[in-house]
């Protein structure tokens, strides 16, 4: 019995380690075509990480397909359909900003 315990915990002890350390390691590694950490400065602490969301060959062609034609994708994006609540129609609430409506007082930190 004391030899299966000690091996479920030892066994339960390696899974841990692996399952801790095998993310860092992806997180780190400098194979990623997407990091761009060799643009932070030498002193930028260890957790400071910087992905491009798009490199910047990939940000032209962005740009380019949103400004070709005089921009008319641009003009024929409209937003999502989203859910919005119309205050001013009956039986809806929404809550009041008490005071002026600013936010915060006036020499607060």
Known sequence: MRLT???TLAVGAMLTVIG???????????????SC??????????????HW????????DIAK????DDGANLKDA???Q??????????NYCAELQGDGAVGDDGSP
Request: charged share 25%; proline share 11%; aromatic share 8%.
């Open 82 to 91: 989203g859910k919005f609540i119309d205050c001013s129609a009956p039986g």
């Open 5 to 7: 315990l000690r091996r």
């Open 20 to 34: 801790a350390v095998t993310p860092a390691v992806a997180a780190y590694s400098q194979d990623d075509p997407r």
């Open 37 to 50: 950490n060799d643009l932070l400065s030498a002193d930028a602490p260890a957790y400071v990480v910087c």
């Open 65 to 68: 397909f949103w400004l070709k």
């Open 53 to 60: 969301l798009a490199k910047p060959d990939e940000a032209l």
């Open 78 to 80: 409209t937003p999502l």
